[in-house]
């Protein structure tokens, strides 16, 4: 059983940058690819990036590229996302999420093991 707690989140205003952290306990970390969705109030949950159990291959929506970076340290047994340039339509609760194996099983939210609890993500205007 793999336990995923996700901190970093809060307000800032439009332009300004957070750096989430999603921590996993319990279990190989790094047989796990990890993903970070988020969901806003009225919207399915959606992937916004995700990274490979070695960290090698990492995949973003079309919404966050070339703003968001996602990343691990396995040895830490954390993964971050950094998130810059942030917009009002970033706001959303951010989600931590674990699948074993591939990379590709994050594209799928049934496909998801494990999630962690959320934090909030507020850009102001």
């Known amino acids: 059983q793999v336990q995923l707690i996700e901190s970093g989140g809060g307000l800032v205003q439009a332009g300004g940058s957070l750096r989430l952290s999603c921590a996993a306990s319990g279990g190989t970390f790094n047989r796990y690819a990890v993903g970070w969705f988020r969901q806003a109030p009225g919207k399915e949950r959606a992937l916004v990036a995700a990274i490979s159990w070695s960290g090698g291959i990492t995949h973003y929506a079309d919404s966050v590229k070339a703003r968001f970076t996602i990343s691990r340290d396995n040895a830490k047994n954390t993964v971050f996302l950094q998130m810059n340039s942030l917009e009002p339509e970033d706001t959303a609760v951010y989600y931590c999420?674990?699948?074993?194996?591939?990379?590709?099983?994050?594209?799928?939210?049934?496909?998801?093991?494990?999630w962690g609890q959320g934090t909030q993500v507020t850009v102001s205007s």
């Open positions: 999420a674990a699948a074993a194996g591939l990379l590709q099983r994050l594209f799928a939210r049934q496909e998801v093991d494990y």
